[in-house]
């Protein structure tokens, strides 16, 4: 593969991909841990020792507990309270007895009975408490001055307040894992206080527990009565009113019912009946069962004169049966016995027909009689039905009164005799009272403070490391472009101040030519040398994504390397019109320079500045003037016959250019060069402005970008290059030659 074909195939790689950026591995976080590490260990130092410093300051205490528990008891319930059915114990109501511990009404009467207001560990503000004490006045004080809360004032002339609050601070009330089972806790600077305290506070929350029993009973009781009395006067006047009603309405009996309903009841029972009746009449008198003797459907009708006419078929039929088993089917008396049989089932018929007509006839009259009687009855039943409406709207009344009172007179006696017979008791109590404790509680919270300080400091060191150097967003390592990108890059170490003066930015090179900031240009120039196509020199772009990336240094660099190592000769440009920053660095008495080259290109020698210690040829750009159109004349015919003219007697044109993305200068200049260089400092240009900038680049030239990661830390190279041994960085001299 020839030159020519490197370089095309070389840019349509780079402009056929898709950029976008990339993520900091697990290597990046490592290095950038391994690079703090000392920050790290200071930190971490310095919160163990403040943590030291602090728990030193804090005078040992001891924490007496006393446990209770709530009792689930049923029996004990029914004998101790009757103001509910049945217990109903839940988390709920476990939590609340917490709360009911910690309330003013159980801690201040301790404080009283122990006469804590004049006891110095509670009243006097320069007491030495507890780290926890400490910390939960410095975070109050804190929310205080922020805004977060209110801060807790106590007015000195009342020690009785002073030493409920020092108590309340002290006090710990905890359930544990048993959900009806409660810790007390207390701590002071004495065992024996702090035992004291912790039973006399589960003895004082027991006896309020009774008196609240006593008092709560004691109403329930009064109250009780007093419905008691109110439902009975309710029951009485219920009664009355009924009775009165009665006699008034005049409906007596048990039932209290009148009399037609009485005999409505009847009547519907006779007029069903007779509705049935007349159904089997009107079967009877059916085509399809006139016979009545084969016939299933209604019962056979009877009278004396049908019995007869059945006997005698029965009798005639037997014998015509025998004869015709004697003499045959045939002979002339059997025809004759079936002649006579055949008539008397006619006459049967007959009969059974009059006899269904006359009963059809009857249970329609009597059907139609007790229905005129039901009509008249409900006639006068409806005009007595808002009477008994009235009655049983009364009677409802009275039966709900006295439900009521022998419910709740029973209930009341019940009560009454268990008051009478057990006394009342706390639904908890004591499974172990508080003993002398025999260690100091800090022992335990020492080691959480210092683990504590530890941790702080370690995250502190952390993120302070991290807030330097943060990986995310940015590029480090040559890996990470060429992973965004594809292009090569090359990493230039910050550059000492001694190294790099402020009159000649080439002196790093000449001065150092061995070092790595110096091996790295070098590395470009091979790349930029190798992708040369012609005979004519190259022209190189050497800009940045945004300002103050380092490219003047860059460019001149590069300029100065090419120029004194390589021996070819080179011309560095400063093309940028707006600060003409490297103007003023190399060449600041300067008059002329690239806009009067624009002018006369043929006669670019005489506005060449040459630099005597590394052969390098500098054309200035000294114009101050804003109101030149800096873009059009990098993107007109004028400069890119100057850049020919160049070409013709430079092996190799150095530009300086103004950063893509503020303004258009690169873009009109790109045309003419053959090589760009995106100068990118370290570790803060973000990767989506570079990205951005190359996408801006691509299609206005030939030659493949390469890219610079300018400013990088030495110390984070080295962590950088950690993998590839101890002996990578034996070829560079970092002194001066």
């Known amino acids: 593969m020839n030159i020519q074909n490197y370089r095309t195939e070389s840019a349509g790689d780079f402009y056929g991909q898709v950029l976008s950026p990339v993520k900091p591995d697990k290597a990046d976080i490592l290095g950038i841990i391994r690079r703090g590490r000392f920050r790290i260990a200071f930190t971490t130092l310095a919160g163990l020792t403040t943590a030291l410093l602090l728990l030193s300051t804090v005078t040992p205490v001891y924490r007496a507990n006393t446990r209770l528990i709530i009792d689930k008891s049923f029996n004990k319930f029914m004998q101790s309270n009757k103001v509910l059915d049945e217990p109903i114990f839940d988390d709920a109501g476990t939590l609340s007895q917490i709360h009911i511990i910690t309330s003013e009404s159980v801690v201040l009467p301790v404080v009283r009975s122990l006469d804590l207001a004049h006891d110095t560990e509670f009243v006097d503000p320069s007491s030495n408490a507890g780290i926890t004490t400490r910390l939960r006045g410095l975070i109050a004080t804190l929310k205080a001055k922020a805004g977060f809360g209110a801060a807790r004032t106590v007015e000195k002339s009342d020690p009785e307040r002073v030493a409920f609050d020092g108590a309340m601070r002290r006090l710990y009330v905890t359930r544990e894992d048993v959900p009806n089972v409660i810790n007390i806790s207390f701590e002071s600077r004495d065992p024996q206080k702090a035992a004291n305290i912790s039973n006399a506070i589960a003895d004082t929350y027991l006896a309020s527990t009774v008196a609240g029993k006593i008092s709560s009973t004691q109403i329930v009781g009064r109250l ?13 006047d219920a009664e009355r009113v009924l009775t009165e009603y009665k006699l008034s309405a005049k409906l007596t009996g048990a039932g209290a019912k009148t009399r037609s309903s009485e005999e409505l009841s009847i009547l519907a029972g006779h007029l069903a009946q007779s509705r049935v009746t007349l159904a089997e009449a009107k079967a009877r008198l059916n085509p399809t069962t006139k016979d009545g003797l084969e016939s299933g459907n209604t019962a056979p ?16 039929a037997q014998r015509a049966t025998d004869i015709e088993r004697r ?11 079936r002649r006579r049989l055949a008539d008397m089932r006619t006459a049967i018929a007959d009969e059974e027909m009059r006899v269904a007509r006359t009963s059809l006839e009857l249970a329609s009259a009597r059907y139609g009689q007790l229905n005129a009687t039901m009509a008249q009855v409900l006639s006068e039943e409806t005009a007595t039905s808002p009477a008994l409406a009235r009655l049983r709207e009364l009677e409802s009344a009275a039966e709900t009164l006295r439900t009521l009172y022998n419910s709740m007179l029973q209930r009341y006696n019940e009560t009454s005799k268990v008051e ?30 210092l683990a504590l300080g530890s941790l702080f400091g370690f995250l502190f060191g952390t993120g302070l490391i991290f807030l330097r150097e943060f990986p995310f967003g940015v590029f480090r390592t040559s890996e990470q472009v060429t992973q965004a990108t594809g ?19 080439t002196t790093a090179v000449v001065s150092r030519p061995f070092s790595r900031f110096t091996e790295a240009l070098r590395m470009v120039w091979s790349l930029i040398k190798v992708r040369k196509v012609g005979t004519t020199g190259q022209v190189i772009c050497v800009t940045s994504a945004v300002p103050h990336e380092g490219k003047t240094t860059v460019a001149t660099s590069l300029a100065s390397l090419i120029a004194s190592q390589a021996k070819v000769r080179t011309l560095l440009i400063d093309a940028d019109f707006r600060r003409h920053t490297l ?25 060449v500045i040459k630099q005597s210690a590394s052969g390098l040829e500098f054309l200035p750009c000294p114009i101050t003037d804003p109101s030149i159109n800096a873009s059009e004349l990098l993107g007109s015919a004028q400069m890119k016959e100057l850049l020919a003219v160049a070409r013709d007697r430079y092996s190799a044109i150095i530009i300086e250019v103004a950063p893509i993305a503020p303004v258009a200068d690169f873009r009109m200049i790109a045309p003419f060069c053959d090589e760009m260089v995106l100068v990118v400092e370290w570790g803060k240009t973000t990767q989506k402005i570079v990205l951005e900038s190359l996408a801006q680049a691509s299609g206005l030239f030939i030659g493949t970008p390469c890219i610079i990661l300018n400013k990088a830390d030495p110390s984070a190279l080295k962590s950088i290059d950690h993998y590839k041994g101890s002996e990578y960085l034996a070829y560079y001299k970092e002194r001066a030659a």
């Open 224 to 236: 009780m009565r007093e419905r008691l009395a109110e439902l009975k006067t309710q029951a009485a």
């Open 301 to 316: 009708l009877e009278n004396e004169l049908l019995t007869l006419l059945r006997r005698q078929y029965l009798d005639v």
């Open 327 to 337: 003499v045959g089917k045939g002979h002339a008396a059997v025809a004759a016995m």
């Open 420 to 449: 009478a017979s057990a006394p009342i008791t706390s639904d908890a109590m004591i499974i172990t009272r508080a003993a002398v404790p025999t260690q100091s509680e800090p022992s335990k919270r020492r080691i959480l403070g």
């Open 487 to 505: 292009l090569f890059c090359a990493i230039l170490p910050t550059v000492k101040t001694q190294d790099l003066s402020a009159q000649n930015p």
């Open 583 to 607: 103007t003023d660095a190399m060449a600041s008495e300067s008059q002329v320079g690239l806009r009067e080259a624009l002018d006369s290109p043929g006669r670019l020698s005489d506005f």
